[in-house]
């Protein structure tokens, strides 16, 4: 994160059993996404956030650099003596579950000009309190969305910065890409439109190609609503 301070990532169906370990009672479970709670582990001060970044149970421990090759060990070693395994996965993996899920970035997928319905972002706003710029949200209407895209034949490989195409008209970019290792890719994507608001009904109703290597790939394309 940055030279003083270091972030380790537990993602997974069992990462909840290793921090209910490392807070050594189940209090987690009432946790909403975004919390976060400073603890001790190993006499270093340590801060736990609940993520939903890859809408399955994620967690970013944030811990000073010095102190963090003590605490990554003592998390793997919960995991050798559970009866599941921990296993290092690498960041590409994390960039496919985020890709996946539809999960844009901001900075690689979207920037503080973007607003956050452009983005599938409704869930952050506020449904009980007043905020500055609310209304003028609420009066918006949506010229810009990001979606997520696949193509429907196996083999072609998004990596970002394809051309997207709605009814053979340029109508938007993807900005990041990912393979598997089944050879499906998937993208994120944004679609833009001059005059017509991006409605659902509008964007269900285009054929959607990327531009892969110079040729034009029919995609399939759906929403990111996180």
């Not at 009432?30 to 709670?37: I, L, P």
Request: with cysteine.
């Amino acid at each position: 994160m940055t030279d003083k301070f270091a972030i380790i990532e537990i993602v997974g169906t069992k990462s909840n059993t290793i921090i209910d370990s490392l807070l050594d009672k189940k209090s987690q479970t009432d946790w909403k996404d975004g919390f976060s709670k400073v603890i001790n582990i190993k006499g270093a001060p340590v801060r736990i956030v609940k993520s939903n970044l890859y809408k399955i149970p994620s967690w970013q421990i944030h811990v000073q650099s010095k102190s963090a090759t003590k605490i990554f060990d003592f998390i793997m070693n919960i995991g050798i003596k559970s009866k599941f395994t921990v296993k290092l996965v690498g960041y590409s993996c994390l960039e496919f579950l985020r890709i996946t899920r539809g999960y844009p970035k901001c900075g690689i997928d979207y920037s503080n000009k973007d607003v956050p319905m452009e983005v599938g972002k409704l869930s952050y706003l506020s449904t009980t309190h007043a905020y500055v710029g609310q209304a003028s949200l609420q009066k918006n209407q949506i010229f810009k969305k990001y979606v997520r895209i696949r193509p429907k034949s196996k083999g072609e490989e998004i990596i970002g910065n394809e051309i997207i195409y709605r009814n053979d008209k340029e109508s938007g970019l993807v900005t990041s890409g990912a393979l598997t290792t089944l050879m499906d890719s998937v993208g994120i994507g944004f679609i833009t439109s001059d005059d017509t608001p991006l409605t659902p009904d509008y964007l269900k109703s285009g054929k959607y190609q990327v531009l892969i290597k110079g040729k034009k790939v029919d995609c399939i394309v759906d929403f990111v609503n996180i």
